[in-house]
């Protein structure tokens, strides 16, 4: 008897352990979900021509190190400079949606620098009408939402060759009706820790500056819009950053990037999960369910995980396992041109997967500087229709300040 029921023991747990890796293999679409988004768009042109690409890229002129990695600025050349850059949205659907990032520096001395930014994201108009009515029979209001963040570093060199930065952020994101007393302006906090490194190797009869870079950024608190009852992860990021600066004669160059980026939020439970557990064999394209899969979720422990123990959970709670863990990190590479440190030409390429949030696309644009100010453009050619930044150009004016005193004289 007891041989027996060993027997069907291990048969169930074989059935059991083959119909979970049935599930397992099963291809769905299931990206990280995450509050505030506006804080994954990249901001600048520079970066945004090289496929999205800033954390470890030549630090000596770029004003914009903020987003990517503020622990640059303390090997740059000019003592303070100031960037603005704007990047519509949605440019084949509507025209009033863009974001705006306005960022600076100081350095203190040879060895530690003062930088920040305060980025804003509008969301356009909002036509709100009553229920049932037409958008003809009137509006009941308009609103106008939007999110802002605004954030500080502190960076300073711990060798020649290597720094390191933290700061903190303040977010505040602002989608509600305004007559639903039900619905608040979502708030959270949050820091970064980067660091970065960069030196001379030789490759052949050339002096290469080779760039390391990490940015641990927006570890914070979660964000709320109904007064603390349900609450979601900001876009916390793990990105590293590869550069590689090549010379090829007195006036010529050109740098090879590469980042690759993990968001460090756990992977929410699927839909088909929850059909696979609470209602196996039906159709989990059936959507009749919805509201037992909100209770499901949140008998899961998910609405309840941490922020920091999110983090740690992140990096091994796929449903697929360690396939779909891979397919969470999306990265790009990129490549500029310099002539004389005048005239720039960039391109590159962003990948995610496709059942992560299928945003892939080329980009290409171009820079040109003088001694107190650049301009840069981009340009986003999408190669999947799901990116709302298709066909985009954006836009980033820099001044740096030490030109800028010596035109002035002072």
């Known amino acids: 008897m007891m041989k027996k029921n060993i027997g069907k023991t291990l048969l169930t747990l074989l059935l059991v352990f083959t119909a979970q890796a049935v599930y397992a293999q099963k291809e769905q679409f299931n990206p990280v979900y995450t509050g505030v988004t506006s804080l994954s768009i990249a901001p600048d042109a ?15 002129n770029d004003n914009n190190s903020q987003y990517w990695n503020p622990s640059k600025y303390p090997f740059a050349n000019s003592q303070a400079g100031l960037s603005l850059c704007y990047t519509p949205w949605l440019r084949q659907l509507v025209s009033d949606i863009d974001l705006a990032n306005l960022v600076g520096y100081y350095k203190l001395d040879d060895y530690s620098a003062l930088s920040g930014s305060l980025t804003y994201f509008s969301l356009g108009e909002v036509i709100v009408v009553n229920g049932g009515a037409s958008i003809s029979e009137g509006p009941q209001a308009i609103i106008r939402p939007y999110e802002f963040a605004f954030d500080f570093d502190y960076s300073r060199k711990l060798s020649e060759s290597l720094s390191a930065a933290v700061g903190m952020r303040f977010i505040y994101s602002d989608l509600q009706y305004h007559y639903d007393d039900e619905l608040t302006p979502g708030k959270a906090f949050s820091a ?27 570890i914070g608190s979660k964000i709320s819009y109904d007064g603390g009852q349900t609450n979601e992860f900001i876009p916390t990021n793990l990105r590293l950053g590869l550069s590689l600066s090549v010379p090829i004669d007195e006036y010529n160059s050109f740098s090879l990037n590469f980042d690759a980026n993990k968001l460090m939020v756990p992977t929410r439970p699927t839909y088909s999960q929850f059909m696979y557990e609470e209602h196996p064999g039906e159709d989990d394209s059936d959507l009749s369910y919805t509201s037992d899969y909100a209770t499901w ?48 030409l960039r391109g590159g390429y962003h990948y995610e997967n496709e059942y992560k949030g299928n945003r892939k696309y080329f980009t290409i644009g171009a820079g040109f ?31 740096d300040m030490d030109g800028l005193k010596a035109i002035l004289g002072r």
Do not use: H
């Open 369 to 399: 500087r003088m001694s107190v100010f650049s301009l840069d453009a981009a340009y986003l050619i999408s190669t999947a229709q799901s990116n709302p930044l298709d066909q985009t150009l954006r836009f980033t004016l820099s001044f």
């Open 297 to 344: 979720l949140a008998a899961t422990g998910y609405n309840e995980l941490s922020p920091i123990a999110g983090i740690f959970k992140s990096f091994n709670d796929a449903p697929g396992g360690m396939k779909e863990e891979m397919r969470e990190i999306y990265w790009g590479a990129g490549v500029e041109y310099n002539y004389n440190d005048q005239f720039l």
């Open 46 to 60: 520079r970066a945004g021509a090289m496929g999205d690409v800033g954390c470890a890229t030549d630090p000596y």
């Open 192 to 218: 970064d820790i980067s660091m970065y490194y960069n030196n001379y190797i030789g490759l052949g009869r050339r002096d290469c500056l080779l760039g390391l870079g990490l940015n641990a950024s927006n």
